[in-house]
Structures are given as structure tokens and as C-alpha cells.
């Protein structure tokens, strides 16, 4: 058991939705070390809690969303925001004032999260990532002020238990978070079929053009977080000889404007998580 999980030894955790992420992170949970009979979850179809249960034949399956929060202490929400109201309406007549509810949705506030289940509900927003599924996932999280210290530290620990995880402390923030790094895996995929099928283009075997970018992508990550106080741009910059082969390279991304893209995309995400806000407060 890692040092985390056994801050949450005692706890019982529960997931509304058994679908992507939901899946990361109860995976993430147990191999860590929280024993699978303690953790409960509900879905609306058969399907996924029977590949769970032949995965984890000791974890806790239902259909009905309000056992699994009866049993719980801790419930994550980890349905699509759309359905949000749908899914807690199950068990908005039971009393969450002495539980933690935690959301995994885009964009859905804490606002409409206490609406749904109750004014004095503690409520945390979170955005994890699906590399939680194999321990490198990045977490944001947000709580209101009924979370306890306890409460936040359990948290830390679900999300720790599969990767990093970071408070912020302005709600507003979590749709940049999730712009940046909850959408953000599929960014780096993208970038990474496009290295790919480059390569392939110019004559690499399909394999060895995966391998050379996957491990690429994995060791600029790793000198990024191994060189915390080193610009990333002189990172960059140490890669790129004048008049060499990188500046030949990132000639042509600038030319083709590759940071102000960026910056739309995010900007696209954040507008789709307020939009997302008003679909699931209606
Ligand atoms: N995928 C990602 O990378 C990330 C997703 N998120 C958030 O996670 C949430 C879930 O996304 P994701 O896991 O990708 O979606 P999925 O569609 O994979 O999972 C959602 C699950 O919810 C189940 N479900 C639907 N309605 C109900 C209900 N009324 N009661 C119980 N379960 C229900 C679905 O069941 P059924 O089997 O019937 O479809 C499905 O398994 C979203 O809010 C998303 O914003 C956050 C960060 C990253
Ligand atoms: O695309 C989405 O809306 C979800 C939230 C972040 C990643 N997937």
C-alpha cells in the first residue's frame, strides 16, 4: 500500500459511472493498494461493472447510483456533465452532509454540484487525465468551503494514487485546467500522429517512426519536470543549433503560427466548459 492510499486505509470510495475515467482511476486506486471490496460503483448498463467484476471480482457493483452512496464515504461523479442532474437526482433525497462528493465533469460548478445534491454537501471539482489509468495522470482540484481537512487530504490521495494532483484555489481556473491538461493528452496524441505519419511520409517503418516519437515525447516531458528551473524555451533553445536541422523545423511551425493555434485551442476548451456549466445547471 502506498503512503497515500493509506490515508484512505479506512475509507470506503464510490463511482457514479463505471466509463473512462472512472475505470483509470478505481484501476490506479487498487494497485496502489486499496482493497478492492472497498470500493463501490454504479452504471447504467451491464456491460462495463461485469468486465470490472471479472477484473476485480471483490469490488462492489449495482445499478442503483443511491447504494453506492449509502455505502460510501467518498463518491466520485463520473458521469458526462450532460447527465449530471440525471444521475444525482438518484440520490438527492439522502443526507451528504457527513460525505465528500467529488466530480470528475468538465465544467460543472460546485454551485450546480450543491443544487443537485444539497447545500451543506462538501464538494470537490476535479479534472484528472487518462493517463491515470498507468500512474502518470496530472489532477486540478477545487473545493467549496464545507470540505474539511481531512476531506482535501483524502482527495490528494485518490488522485496521488494515480498521479500528481494540484489544488487551485479560483473555480475558474478549472477550465483552463482542463483545457490544459484534462483535454490535454489528446493535444499530445495529435502532435504525435502528425510526428508519425511525417515520418512515415518521409520513409520510416510505421513502427519505428512510434517508438522514436513515443520516447521522444517521454524524455522532453521528463527533462521539463527534471529541470524545474530551466525555461522550457532554453530547453528548446539547447536543442536548436543555428542554422541547423530544429530551426529549420520550428522556422516552419512559427511561420505557421503553432503557439497562437495553441492558444485557440485552449480558448476553445474554456468556452466549452462554461458551455458545458449551463447545459448541466438547466
Ligand atoms: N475521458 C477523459 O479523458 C476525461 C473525462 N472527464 C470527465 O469524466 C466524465 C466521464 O467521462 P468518460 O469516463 O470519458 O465517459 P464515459 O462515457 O466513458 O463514462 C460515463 C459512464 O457513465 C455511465 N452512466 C450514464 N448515465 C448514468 C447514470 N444515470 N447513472 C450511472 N451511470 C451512468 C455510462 O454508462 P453506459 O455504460 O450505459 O454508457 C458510462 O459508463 C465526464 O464528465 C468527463 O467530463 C474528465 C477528465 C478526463
Ligand atoms: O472531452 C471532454 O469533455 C473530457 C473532459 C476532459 C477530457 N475529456
Known sequence: MTE???????????????????????GGLIQSGLPAESIYV???????????????PTINTTHDNAEVVNNVDY??????????????????DLD?????????????????????????????????NTPSLIGYGATGLYANDKVSEQQRDATSAIFDAVGKSIWVDNEDLMDVVTAVSGSGPAHYFLFMESVVQGGID??????????????????????????????????????????GTTAAALDTLNEHKLPEIVKKALEASVKRGKELADIANQ
Open 42 to 56: 454504479s452504471n447504467r448498463s451491464a456491460g462495463k461493472l461485469d468486465a470490472l467484476k471479472e477484473k476485480y
Open 96 to 128: 451528504l452532509s457527513n460525505k465528500c462528493a467529488i466530480s470528475v465533469a468538465a465544467g460543472v460548478t460546485c454551485e450546480t454540484l450543491n443544487k443537485l445534491l444539497g447545500a451543506d454537501t462538501p464538494v470537490v471539482r476535479s479534472m484528472p
Open 202 to 243: 518521409l520513409g520510416l517503418p510505421e513502427e519505428t517512426a512510434r517508438e522514436l516519437a513515443a520516447q521522444t515525447a517521454l524524455g522532453a516531458a521528463a527533462m521539463v519536470q527534471q529541470n524545474s528551473e530551466t525555461e522550457i524555451g532554453q530547453l528548446r533553445r539547447n536543442v536548436t543549433s543555428p542554422g
Open 75 to 92: 463518491v466520485l461523479l463520473a458521469v458526462k456533465p450532460q447527465i449530471m442532474s440525471t444521475a444525482c437526482a438518484d440520490f438527492r
Open 4 to 26: 497515500s492510499i493509506e490515508l484512505l486505509s479506512k475509507a470506503k470510495v464510490g463511482f457514479i459511472g463505471a466509463g473512462n475515467m472512472a475505470a483509470s482511476i478505481l
